[in-house]
Nanobody, 124 residues
Framework: VQLQASGGGLVQAGDSLRLSCTGF????????VGWFRQPPGKEREFVAL????????YYADSVKGRFTISRKYGENAVSLQMNSLKPEDTAVYFC??????????????????WGQGTLVTVSS
């Protein structure tokens, strides 16, 4: 498994970006894929998660209503649509896969695989 996150870039406040995560290999109905981000000089934080089988989604309060996580079965890919971007969304965004998701989506140690990260910069 080699996760690949892509789609980052430099945008202005209010713009949109769509991130993509590929390279999962086979996922199971019990698996989940999440997005985390790490702002400059800060800890890595949870952004969103989607359960592969059920399609249930979870979001950090800071992105609810602006970000949407979705899956593409045929392509084995997960996207993160980010709208109404703010300067505080500036961070390196990582995708991560949890092969056997048990419910602790906030816990970074639960995830088995991580992508290399893609930089999102939002200017004011």
């Amino acid at each position: 498994v080699q996760l690949q996150a892509s789609g980052g870039g430099l945008v202005q406040a209010g713009d949109s970006l769509r991130l993509s995560c590929t390279g999962f290999g086979r996922l199971f109905s019990s698996s989940a894929v999440g997005w985390f981000r790490q702002p400059p000089g800060k800890e890595r934080e949870f952004v969103a998660l989607i359960r592969w089988g059920r399609g249930s989604t979870y979001y950090a309060d800071s992105v609810k209503g602006r970000f949407t996580i979705s899956r593409k079965y045929g392509e084995n890919a997960v996207s993160l649509q980010m709208n109404s971007l703010k300067p505080e969304d500036t961070a390196v965004y990582f995708c991560a896969a949890d092969v056997d998701y048990r419910g602790s989506y906030l816990n970074k140690e639960e995830y088995d695989y991580w992508g290399q990260g893609t930089l999102v910069t939002v200017s004011s």
